[in-house]
């Protein structure tokens, strides 16, 4: 099979899993933001946030590991899903530890805690079986565990939350039915019992897996911090109601985060591939132009409507939230860029230079937030989660090319991303006539892309092809 086409197929295939669950989850925003207090919804966002740092953080990046060496150690997949199996397992004292100490440090908040330690329980099983089968290139099973859990969360939403009216406990009780039954099926549908049976031991690959894993600790952390560290500072300075706005005003970044996601699982597995290959500075180049062009006029035409789809999506106070959203989607734009450089410096094994790119962008993101929110309340955390994206994304471009030079038109990106900050500009102050000039800054980038859109749209149309023939 063909690069592009290797790369496309997957695509396709996590496109159809991942459109199914997101739309569905899409069309349960507004359900919460009418059964939720802003409140409720800023406790159960800081603990979802929680989550991104804790499992790979405590089980030592078990997941990507996993994700890294299974597609290059075909013969040991059954080795490395009990090794991982067991990092998971062991993440889970210091979380039971951790969670009983503050449970008596803050009483009125113990069951909270017990919700958190359930929670995150079932979350990383269900995180590190994913990516196993991402790895196992078993996609099909991955997208239909992914689905299953989708369905899973919705009908427990819908029991908990307008029948039994349980509140933020019924949300986060369905997360954790839908993470346990997911993670329990996918494990079923790889044969995990005999796997555990078969599988033999190798001391030298699961250093090898344990040495990764430590690697990629400061790019996890850092890229933690970078994603959920402003929820932390808006949470402590401006209270949960805050925390709240600003937690659902990122639900439509979630949109192009949702396509970024969908490409970023494909395109693992293509570097893991190909970064080896002759001609891979031409493929890389390629993809990464395609990528941006995919990126940036997704954002632009969300920020042109931006005030639609946020009527739809914000009910009651929550539609205060919506000027938070440019800056964000912005955001999502260097943050997945940055992600397609760093799945090739993984691909060679280099996760320390990620490290550093994503700490550097935390560092700027901490120091900006504490001083931008103290003036600008949460749009001085949306700002500060800009800035620092930007940094991240200069500083990773700049350490890859120790790997691959990539052919980029730096002219043009560059007065792209000023169109994208000027529509942002626009939107946010209201500016008259906004809608007509925005209108005409997408046109404007589609007319600056045009060629990749147009290799876009051609090459798919191939690819779709053969694959019927």
């Known amino acids: 099979m063909g690069k592009a086409q290797y790369l496309f197929k997957n695509v396709a295939f996590f496109t159809a899993g991942s459109f199914v669950s997101k739309l569905l989850v899409f069309f349960l925003v ?17 603990m979802q946030s929680s989550l991104l740092l804790l ?47 503050l449970s008596f440090l803050i009483p009125q908040q113990k069951i909270y805690f017990l919700f958190f330690i359930l929670l995150y329980i079932a ?34 939403n819908l ?34 019992p005999e796997k555990l049976k078969n599988y033999r031991e190798n001391k030298a690959l699961e250093a090898e897996l344990n040495g990764y894993g430590k690697s990629m600790l400061l790019y996890s952390t850092a890229s933690w911090a970078n994603n959920a560290i402003d929820r932390y500072f808006i949470l402590f300075m401006l209270g ?6 600003y ?9 192009l985060t949702t396509l970024q996601r969908i490409f970023a699982m494909a395109w693992q597995m293509s570097a893991v591939k190909e970064y080896k290959g002759d001609d891979r500075e031409e493929f890389f180049s390629e993809m990464y132009r395609d990528y941006q062009t995919v990126l ?12 639609f789809i946020a009527g739809l999506m914000f009910k009651k106070a929550f539609f205060e939230a919506w000027p938070l959203v440019p800056p964000l989607l912005i955001s999502v734009v260097f943050g997945a860029l940055e992600g397609f450089l760093g799945s090739i410096a993984l691909a060679f094994k280099d996760g320390r230079s990620m490290g550093y790119a994503t700490g550097i962008g935390a560092v700027f993101n901490i120091v900006l937030n504490y001083f931008l929110i103290r003036s600008y309340g949460t749009m ?65 980038l589609l007319l600056l892309y045009h060629r990749e859109a147009g290799r876009i749209a051609k090459k798919g149309f191939e690819i779709l092809n053969k694959m019927r023939a």
């Open 30 to 46: 507004p359900f919460y933001t009418s059964v939720l207090s802003e409140a409720e919804y800023g406790v159960a966002d800081v």
């Open 55 to 101: 499992v790979p953080f405590l089980s030592v990046n078990a997941g990507e590991a996993a994700l890294r060496y299974c597609l290059e150690y075909t013969d040991d997949r059954d080795f490395i899903l009990a090794a991982g199996l067991k990092r998971v397992l062991l993440s889970f004292i210091p979380v039971a530890i951790g969670a009983a100490a």
């Open 123 to 156: 979350d990383s099983f269900y995180e590190y079986l994913l990516l196993y089968c991402q790895g196992s290139e078993e996609v099909q099973k991955m997208m239909g565990g992914s689905i299953v859990c989708t369905m899973i969360v919705i009908a427990s």
């Open 159 to 192: 029991v908990f939350l307008l029948v039994f009216k349980f509140g933020i406990y019924g949300y986060l009780l369905s997360q954790i039915i839908a993470f346990s039954g997911s993670a329990l099926l996918l494990f079923l549908l790889i044969g995990g």
């Open 240 to 245: 949960s109601v805050q925390n709240g706005l």
């Open 247 to 255: 937690g659902v005003a990122y639900k439509i970044p979630a949109i």
């Open 296 to 307: 940036i006029t997704g954002c632009a035409f969300l920020i042109l409507l931006l005030k």
């Open 380 to 444: 001085g955390a949306a700002s500060a989660t800009l800035i620092s994206y930007f940094v991240m994304f200069a500083l990773a471009f700049i350490f890859v090319r120790r790997h691959v030079k990539l052919q980029v038109a730096f002219v043009r990106d560059i007065a792209a991303f000023i169109l994208l900050l000027s529509e942002a500009v626009l939107v946010i102050k209201n500016t008259q006539h906004h809608m007509y000039i925005n209108f005409g800054i997408v046109i404007l």
